[in-house]
C-alpha cells in the first residue's frame, strides 16, 4: 500500500509538472501570436493597397481601349427580344460603319482613310499600354479571376475595333476614296498581334490564379506553422 501510495504521488507530480510545461508552452505560442499579429495586419494593409492600385491601373487600360471615336453596335437584352421590344440590334455594325464613316472629315495631309489609320492607331497604342499595365499586374501582385475578366473584356473590345477599322476602309472604298491596302493589311496584322500577346497574357494571369488558390487550400493551416516556427 505504501509503494502504491508513492506511486500515485509521483504519478500526480509528473502529472502537474507534465500540464505546466504544456501551459508554458501554450503561453508562448500565443505570445508568439499576437506579437506576429500586428506585422501581419500591416503586410496584409500594405499589400491589398498594392493590389487595389494594380487592379485599378489594369481597369483605366481596358476602359482606353473600349473608348474609340466610332459608335459600337449595341444589341438588345434577351428580355427585350422575348417581348418583342425592337429588332436584334439597336445599332448594327453596318450602321455603325456608316455612321463612323459619314462623321470623318476629310484631313489636310489625306483623305478619309488617313483619319481611320490614324485612329486605329491610336487604339493600338491604347492596347500597347493595357499589355504593359498587365504584364506588371502579373509580377507584383495576387491576381484573381476578376482580372483575367477585364484583359478578356478588352480582347474582345480589339477584335470589334479591327472590324470596324476594316469595315470603314472598304466603305471608303465603295465611296470612291483612295485607301492604301499595304497600309490596312499593316492595320489588321497589328491588330491580331496585339489580341494574340493579350491573350497569352490573359493566360498567364488565369494559371496564376489558378497556382494560388492551389497553394492557399493544398495544405489548410499551414501558413500559422510558417508564421511561428
Not at 493597397?49 to 453596335?73: G, M, N
Request: proline share 3%; aromatic share 4%; glycine share 8%.
Amino acid at each position: 500500500m505504501k509503494g502504491n501510495s508513492v506511486s500515485v504521488r509521483a504519478s500526480a507530480r509528473f502529472g502537474s509538472a507534465a500540464r505546466f510545461v504544456s501551459g508554458v508552452f501554450c503561453l508562448a505560442f500565443l505570445a508568439a501570436g499576437c506579437a506576429a499579429i500586428p506585422v501581419s495586419n500591416h503586410v496584409s494593409s500594405s499589400h491589398q493597397k498594392e493590389v487595389h492600385q494594380s487592379r485599378d491601373a489594369l481597369v483605366a487600360a481596358a476602359r482606353a481601349v473600349k473608348q474609340t471615336p466610332w459608335p459600337k453596335p449595341a444589341k438588345t437584352s434577351i428580355a427585350s427580344r422575348i417581348m418583342g421590344a425592337g429588332g436584334g440590334e439597336r445599332l448594327s455594325h453596318a450602321d455603325a460603319v456608316s455612321s463612323y464613316v459619314e462623321g470623318i472629315l476629310t484631313s489636310p495631309g489625306g483623305g478619309r482613310f488617313a483619319v481611320v489609320r490614324r485612329d486605329a492607331n491610336l487604339n493600338l497604342a491604347a492596347a500597347d499600354v493595357l499589355a504593359s499595365v498587365a504584364d506588371q499586374a502579373l509580377g507584383a501582385t495576387r491576381l484573381s479571376s476578376s482580372d483575367v475578366a477585364i484583359v478578356e473584356g478588352a480582347i474582345q473590345a480589339l477584335r470589334e475595333n479591327r472590324k470596324m477599322v476594316v469595315s470603314a476602309a472598304r466603305l471608303l472604298q465603295k465611296e470612291g476614296d483612295m485607301v492604301d491596302a499595304d497600309e490596312l493589311a499593316m492595320l489588321r496584322t497589328n491588330y491580331q498581334n496585339k489580341i494574340r500577346d493579350l491573350g497569352r497574357t490573359a493566360d498567364a494571369i488565369a494559371d496564376e490564379v489558378a497556382r494560388d488558390r492551389t497553394e492557399t487550400y493544398a495544405e489548410p493551416g499551414q501558413g500559422a506553422a510558417k508564421r511561428f516556427f
